[in-house]
Structure formats: C-alpha cells, structure tokens
C-alpha cells in the first residue's frame, strides 16, 4: 500500500488522483474511512475510530502529572523504577524526567508530520503524522 494524502470526501479521489495506480490508499477525511485502489475502482478497507484515539489522549495526559504533587511522587518513587535507567537528559530527580518528557511530547504533537521513513525499494524519504479531522484520524504523509 502506498498511502496518499488525504481528500475531503470519496468523490474526490477521482479528481484529486485520476490515474491511480495499483495499491494506492486514501482517507476520505469527512468519514474517516481509508480506500483502495484495486486496478479497477477505489475499495472500502477500513476507518480509524477517534474515541480510543481521545481515551488514550486523556489517560497520556493524566499520567503527566496533572493534579499529583511532589510528594506523592516521591513517596511511590519506589514502585516507578530505577531514576538513573531513565532515558532522559535530566536524571536529578523524578519530577525533573517526567516534565522532560512531557516537554518532548509536547513539541512531538506540535508537528504536522513528526516521523520519517525510507522507501527501501526508491530510498525516497517520507514524513508522516497523525491528525483528527472531522472526529476522525488521517494519516498524512508526504516526500520531502
């Protein structure tokens, strides 16, 4: 499959891709429901729900810290690990590798298109990322 950007509805994938070829996938973004192109017509194959997609959200969110003190941290610092096996810059303490994450997550869900890949077969370079329109999830992808 090779995923192309997405359209705003499954009418547009004629207009928007007029010569498709074999194996080229889209997502409507009205629907959230991706297609096809089979050789001969762009088939339904599936949709990302954005119900888990917010769950997950929300629970990420309410282990960052939100409404925890200092204190209670510390005092389940035992059942979190080992604080110099974290991979993280700042090793001074818990709350300190936590807001690090926290910050490169932050600018990580800022970016459009925060990942990269290699066509092995072209070495061509891709970016690609996540987004939720009309309450479902696209993912977008391009060459750069």
Do not use: C
Not at 19 to 36: A, C, M, S
Not at 80 to 105: H, M, P, Q, R
């Amino acid at each position: 499959m090779t995923f192309k950007t997405p359209v705003p509805t499954y009418s547009d994938n004629a207009t928007t891709y007029p010569t498709p070829e074999l194996g080229w996938t889209v997502q409507t973004e009205n629907d959230g429901k991706f297609y096809r192109w089979d050789g001969e017509s762009w088939k339904y194959i599936q949709y990302l729900n954005t119900t888990q997609i917010s769950q997950l959200s929300s629970d990420i969110s309410s282990l960052a810290g939100v409404g925890r003190t200092t204190e209670t941290i510390k005092n389940n610092a035992d059942n979190i690990g080992d604080l110099e096996a974290l991979e993280t810059d700042d090793k001074s303490n818990i709350v300190a590798a936590v807001n690090e994450v926290k910050t490169e997550t932050d600018a990580h869900l800022a970016e459009r298109m925060p990942h990269q890949l290699t066509d092995t077969d072209t070495s061509k370079n891709y970016k690609y990322g996540l987004k939720i329109v009309n309450n479902y999830l696209a993912f977008m992808i391009e060459e750069v």
